[in-house]
């Protein structure tokens, strides 16, 4: 069993900042491309920024060099470096992971690996004020 556990979100002023992080869980081996999405009440959710496991990044136009994705690989950990947010900006943010490797051990010691495929966070509210 894997997860991926968002946190950091919550209420920040216009033009502040804000860092969200998500960590997978588990008897992990390896985490390919991990992202961030977002969610603005009413609309489609829409790619924020994605990062592979080997550091290449990917950003929304309209992020305009505010936002910064890193990776922890050691941690297992993505994070979303939110700068200069904006009231539309509002949203649940929610965490991918394309791909996670894992391995579980039974009663004799045997070792399984195991894939699993399109791994979604819980969310994490943040709230640009005005």
């Known amino acids: 069993q894997v997860q991926l556990v968002e946190s950091g979100g919550g209420l920040v002023q216009s033009g502040g900042s804000l860092r969200l992080s998500c960590a997978a869980s588990?008897?992990?081996?390896?985490?390919?491309?991990m992202g961030w999405y977002r969610q603005v009440p009413g609309k489609q959710r829409e790619l924020v920024a994605r990062i592979t496991s080997g550091g290449s990044t990917e950003y929304s136009d309209s992020m305009k060099g505010r936002f910064t994705i890193s990776r922890d690989n050691a941690k297992n950990t993505v994070y979303l470096q939110m700068s200069r947010l904006k009231p539309e900006e509002t949203a649940v943010y929610y965490c991918?992971?394309?791909?996670?490797?894992?391995?579980?051990?039974?009663?004799?010691?045997?070792?399984?690996?195991?894939?699993?495929?399109?791994?979604w966070g819980q969310g994490a509210l943040v709230t640009v004020s005005s």
């Open positions: 991918n992971a394309e791909r996670i490797t894992f391995y579980s051990i039974d009663i004799h010691d045997v070792y399984t690996m195991s894939a699993v495929s399109d791994v």
């Open positions: 588990g008897k992990i081996q390896t985490v390919e491309t």
